[in-house]
Nanobody, 123 residues
């Protein structure tokens, strides 16, 4: 039972990536609030974007608002993070987490969490 992130990589400033977070061993359905977190070297982990359980209301940190979009496909038990207009400061390891009945960002690490995927923005 786990979450598995994918889609990270090296991208130039202004580029785009789409991260995926797939559930394995359980159904990541609307009972779960989900969130994307990131941690850069020497910095604390921060919540980047979240989607609540049931009503799918969303949260974005000020640093990514207007550039990142969170979405989910319950049938595929997968959550996505579309990242556009990437900046150097977006470089970090990105993690997803899921917490049952969460109406805000999951309280890290939630009920389930992944091992992370590296995003590097560099010219």
């Amino acid at each position: 039972v786990q979450l598995v992130e994918s889609g990270g990589g090296l991208v130039q400033p202004g580029g785009s990536l789409r991260l995926s977070c797939a559930a394995s061993g359980f159904s990541l359905d609307y009972y779960y609030g989900v969130g994307w977190f990131r941690q850069a070297p020497g910095k604390e982990r921060e919540a980047v974007s979240c989607m609540s359980s049931v009503d799918d209301s969303t949260y974005y940190s000020d640093s990514v608002k207007g550039r990142f979009t969170i979405s989910r496909d319950n049938a595929k038990s997968t959550v996505y993070l579309q990242m556009n207009s990437l900046k150097f400061e977006d470089s970090a390891v990105y993690y997803c987490a899921a917490e049952a009945y969460s109406h805000n960002c999951p309280q890290w690490p939630g009920d389930y969490w992944g091992q992370g995927t590296q995003v590097t923005v560099s010219s």
